[in-house]
């Protein structure tokens, strides 16, 4: 099987030369079964001691395999169901959260072990695994391919091991476990993906998300930026790690607190030496989901155990009156309000969001101390200016938003990271009064969210200007002063810009009503108006702004001529044309040739006729709209 799914790093080629390690997609498939195998073994050995330490245990080895199985699904969060004495079912849905790390730790080790293997392009076989120094090289399989079938061949024995812990007095649910089983096994090897090859790699994103993302406002995509998420990530698993060490803390003052109650539960719930090592190696399972609860409980929205109970720092009210000896339940407070030593609690979220506050913060300080070694070490050297200027843009980038930003996407993803652990922390015990009992999944993630926000984002803000002060010398106090120093010119100065803002937009509408004035002017004076001539022929001519058009007009018995085309109006231009011309022109004599006549035949001494025929007339001859010519000259 080594061949099918790795080469070992240390072994040699036939030349001498180590050879790389190949993952191919068999051998993929086959590390995600041993993966599988290995888990099921861990429970199974487990399952086994106990039940041979057992005094007089229930059933035999069939039956501790049974339970083995039950137990490897029931940590990848499925359900389990115990048949009651009146063969009733009650769920079991608590998952012990030190369980679930073993196969989570097996999924994440081997997929790892199986993508450093994953490669494109053609790399040389193992010496020994084939016929000669020139065998055929092996392909190593891409990290997609690697990943689908390393899942392919874990959810096979998934699958096999469903089927064989579906019946039984204590059963896993099948539909709890297609659905858990895979989504655990995917979300693990994501995360492998991630952090080797990155998710982009194996899964390329689609261009409809390059279109949604393309889409968004530019802070948006800003605040999702790689450096951004990566502060934000490191500053929400800080504040997330202390929320639970103060949770644990709680628990383990609990206990410490109300020793005598869990050491006379211990003695009540198991007889013998064997069974109380079981319930004290149940009790180290189930510590992550106190150390949930007890955040939880930290966070204000508290736990219940069951029967409409609610436990948190202002009191607890309603507690079950039947409980179990459990030694965890010891550390409940007792029924009745809270105190100040109760509500003294809070003080671990405002850590939490101190501490959050200072990995928000850390991006801004360390571009102040690359300020301030460039500046100390940059000298008259361009590339020493070069290296000023970047570590300067550097701490742009990282101004008073982009802080407020990280600390806010830290709160926010603090916020997410407790609601899920919230709801695998908690779960169903039984039916009716116990059908949940934990924390409130959306509770807690809210209350995670907001105490963080509200401590980490001016928090963050805060040392950012501290950095700068103890960094650079910028002291926040001065900036204050310059800035009050500085209202009234501002306030100056804005006046002053609307006061220009308001003359351009009077200018701009004196302007345009000029302009349409002008238009109406226009439109109004008979010289801009359109100018047509209708020919002798029945052809008239428009001249419109420059465009000169054609039609036909009516002839016949009722058409009627224009009087600038009639005889005594083309005589009269003639006559001036040649009076101005200072006699240049040929004289107008009567008859065919071009006579000077009026309408009704007499004629002018001088060449003039009158327009209504009645002898000479004085002065210039008439002038039409638009100039001595008319309108326009055949």
Known sequence: MSQLTDSDPTAATSGGAAAPRVTTPVGAFLVGVVTAGLGLGVCTVSVLLLWIAAPAPAGGPAGALHVAADLWLFAHGANLERTAGAGAAVPVGVTPLLLVAVPVWLLYRCAQHALAGAADGRVPRQAGSGTGPRAAPLRAAAPGAVLGRFL??????????????????????????????????????????????????????????????????????????????????????AAGAVLLATGALLVLTGLVWHAGDVHHGLLRIAQDWPGRCTVVLVCLLLLPNAAVWGAAYALGPGFTLGGGSAVG????????????????????????????????????????????????ARPARAAVAGVRDAARHSGDEPAGQRRARAAVARLLRWNRRATATVAALAALWCGVGAAVLSGVAGGALGTAALRHVGPSWWLTGAAAAGWTAAVAVPGALLLREWYLWRGLGRSPLAQFRAYRSGRGQRREARAERREKAAAESRAAAQERAVARAERKTRRSDPAHAPRRDVRADGERKVRLRGVRLRRRTGTGTGATAHPWHETGSRRTRWAELRRVSGGLGASVTPGASGTSEASDGSAAPDGRATPDGTGTSEGPAPEWPGGVGGPGMD
């Open 152 to 237: 392919g061949g874990y959810l096979l024995v998934a699958a096999v091991a469903v089927a064989y812990a579906a019946t039984g007095p204590l059963r896993v649910d099948p539909f709890s476990a297609l659905l858990f089983v895979p989504l655990t096994a995917a979300g693990t090897v994501a995360m492998v993906a991630a952090r080797t090859v990155g998710l982009r790699t194996v899964l390329p994103p689609s261009d409809r998300l390059r279109r949604i993302r393309a889409a968004l406002p530019p802070g948006v995509r800003a605040a999702l930026a790689r450096p951004r998420r990566a502060a934000a990530l490191r500053a929400a698993c």
């Open 313 to 360: 720092p202002l009191g607890a009210t309603a507690l079950p009156a039947g409980l179990p000896p459990f030694p965890l339940l010891g550390a409940v407070p007792q029924e009745g309000p809270g105190s100040p030593l109760t509500w003294a609690v809070a003080a671990g979220p405002v850590v939490a969001g101190a501490v959050a506050a200072r990995y928000a």
